[in-house]
């Protein structure tokens, strides 16, 4: 059983098809309510990945500000979108890359 089933549920009408439906928390008056079809047809879409990552929303469209730096793996000159802190390993894309691969 998984959580939606355990919850208690309550008896309401769909605010946008009409039919009736139970929802798992106590409707409000003059709030919306939505059966699990209507929910699912109307629930924003989510993106994972690219520019549409959700903790990217806040962000203007600037382009990032980036810093020229020393690869601590590699030693190749590179640039990354941090100002480096002295003390603290910087990578290259490629040697960030492989070591996420770990």
Avoid: I, L
Avoid at 52 to 58: A, G, L, S
Wanted: aromatic share 8%; hydrophobic share 20%; proline share 7%.
């Amino acid at each position: 059983m998984d959580d939606f089933e355990q919850r208690e549920m309550h008896k309401a009408t769909c605010s946008d098809c009409g039919n009736e439906c139970e929802v798992p928390f106590k409707p409000t008056e003059g709030k919306p309510v939505r059966c699990r079809d209507c929910f699912r047809k109307n629930r924003p879409q989510r993106s994972f990945g690219g520019n549409n990552n959700r903790r990217f929303d806040n962000r203007d469209s600037r382009p990032r500000e980036m810093h020229k730096a020393t690869c601590s793996d590699c030693g190749n000159e590179c640039e990354v979108p941090f100002k480096p802190t002295e003390g603290k390993d910087v990578f290259c894309s490629d040697c960030f890359k492989k070591k996420r691969e770990f």
